[in-house]
């Protein structure tokens, strides 16, 4: 039941004066409608100007709107007393804790140009460094982009480099339960010149690899410009991908906004069963408080299928 039905007038009133101080006289977005279906996850900063800028308030306000998972790409940049911070709170809210960056090799060629021990050695540290972070955030998954393509070697060549280096990784990451999820990306609009763009390379990757710990995320909004076909592709890799994301296209705004259908595709992803997290991994179409509430209504629309 409603807290608000057993509060005076009085402190309804202090309340509303509160929240309009921190949103600069504008109105919150809604309270919790209930749980999703899907373990849907807001990255921080997404509902900032509900919540104010503090973090744990807006864990908070992700939870009491009833976002069941959070994610993060600069987690590991974060200090290790804000990560505590953070892990704290969303165990306390029962959150999921979606994927941070472990390892992004997207501005050299190295991962799939060298396979040699200095250059691993430095990828086992890399690795190591993000086992601590997920420990202190109780994260699953990290995300790891290889490198961009080496105009110096065949591709055949770059593709038993990368599954060698990750091999190693995958050594690292194994015994303390982590996974690596590698995300293709899309040349055609924000990273020309990466190696990994489609899922099915990927998937060809992770068979080589062949560990518990190298996995696939499919970003449906990288693979509608890439390759299309979301859900056959979907199908075909499936066991080998262990985290998903989304954004609509064009523009990588929230679901209805494009010409993505995510209300099929979330009904299809439930009735697989998927049990994993879905990253809210765009920017909100339209600004402010206003905004915020559009990507919460957008999402509670998809989810009721």
């Known amino acids: 039941m409603n807290r608000r039905d057993f509060m005076t007038a009085g402190v309804l009133a202090g309340a509303a004066a509160a929240v309009a101080s921190k949103s600069g006289g504008q109105e919150p977005a809604s309270g919790s409608k209930g749980k999703f279906k899907l373990k849907y996850a807001p990255h921080f900063g997404m509902f900032k100007n509900s919540a104010g800028k503090d973090l744990i308030d807006q864990v908070k306000f992700m939870a009491d709107q009833g976002f069941p998972a959070l994610e993060d790409n600069g987690m590991m940049r974060k200090p290790i007393e804000l990560q505590r911070k953070i892990a704290a709170e969303m165990a306390k809210r029962e959150m999921t804790m979606g994927v941070f960056v472990g390892y992004s090799g997207g501005g050299n060629t190295d991962m799939v140009s060298k396979a040699d021990k200095a250059y691993q050695d430095s990828l086992r540290k890399a690795m190591k460094n993000a086992v601590e972070t997920a420990k202190r955030v109780n994260a699953t998954w990290c995300t790891v982009v290889p490198s961009s393509v080496s105009l110096k070697l065949e591709e055949a060549y770059q593709t038993?480099?990368?599954?060698?280096?990750?091999?190693?990784?995958?050594?690292?990451?194994?015994?303390?339960?982590?996974?690596?999820?590698?995300?293709?990306?899309?040349?055609?609009?924000?990273?020309?010149?990466?190696?990994?763009?489609?899922?099915?390379?990927?998937?060809?990757?992770?068979?080589?690899?062949?560990?518990?710990?190298?996995?696939?995320?499919?970003?449906?909004?990288?693979?509608?410009?890439?390759?299309?076909?979301?859900?056959?592709?979907?199908?075909?890799?499936?066991?080998?991908?262990?985290?998903?994301?989304?954004?609509?296209?064009?523009?990588?705004?929230?679901?209805?906004?494009?010409?993505?259908?995510?209300?099929?595709?979330?009904?299809?992803?439930?009735?697989?069963?998927?049990?994993?997290?879905?990253?809210?991994?765009?920017?909100?179409?339209?600004?402010g408080i206003e905004g915020e509430k559009a990507v919460i209504a957008a999402y509670r629309e998809v989810d009721s299928f």
């Open 160 to 287: 038993a480099n990368c599954v060698e280096n990750l091999k190693v990784m995958s050594e690292v990451c194994e015994p303390a339960g982590l996974i690596m999820v590698l995300e293709p990306l899309n040349w055609w609009t924000n990273h020309p010149g990466l190696f990994l763009r489609e899922i099915p390379q990927a998937y060809q990757i992770c068979k080589a690899v062949g560990s518990p710990s190298c996995k696939i995320l499919d970003d449906l909004y990288h693979q509608q410009i890439q390759e299309g076909n979301l859900i056959p592709n979907m199908d075909k890799a499936w066991e080998e991908i262990a985290y998903i994301q989304v954004g609509d296209n064009p523009g990588r705004k929230e679901p209805t906004t494009g010409e993505i259908n995510y209300k099929n595709i979330f009904k299809h992803l439930h009735q697989k069963g998927f049990k994993g997290v879905i990253g809210m991994e765009h920017g909100n179409s339209k600004p």
